[in-house]
């Protein structure tokens, strides 16, 4: 009896370490997605928005891959005080002229939008 409740504590910490959640699944098939459109050359105008998609999918995909093998989990204890709500505004500044500098079709203004979202980045640090 002691032998059996020993093999099935190590099976079940087997399939503590391959546990998969849906955002595995989903983030893989997503990537499968992105990589058959970037093969296929489907919406030929947006190539650029549709490569850094496919890349940031594949990134989230390995990492919840590689989250899942190692057994590993991220909890985050936050709690908002004014530090917190800072970083977040910065942060949001900085996603902001990001977008509008990725967006922009005169190659100078987004130049110079990439060049002013430094200037709040460099807070950060």
């Not at 079940?12 to 296929?40: C, E, H, P």
């Amino acid at each position: 009896m002691y032998v059996q409740r020993g093999y099935n504590k190590a099976i079940s910490s087997q399939r503590k370490n391959m546990d998969f959640s849906y955002f595995s699944y989903v983030t893989g098939l997503a990537s499968l997605f992105g990589f058959i459109a970037q093969v296929m050359d489907w919406f030929p105008h947006y190539k650029e928005l549709r490569r850094s998609i496919f890349l940031v999918l594949v990134g989230i995909f390995v990492g919840s891959l590689s989250s899942a093998f190692n057994s590993s989990s991220i909890t985050l204890d936050f709690s908002i005080s004014g530090f917190s709500l800072l970083l977040i505004a910065i942060g949001s500044l900085i996603l902001l002229l990001l977008m509008v500098a990725t967006f922009s079709r005169d190659h100078s203004k987004r130049n110079e939008l990439y060049g002013v979202s430094g200037i709040p980045a460099s807070y950060l640090y």
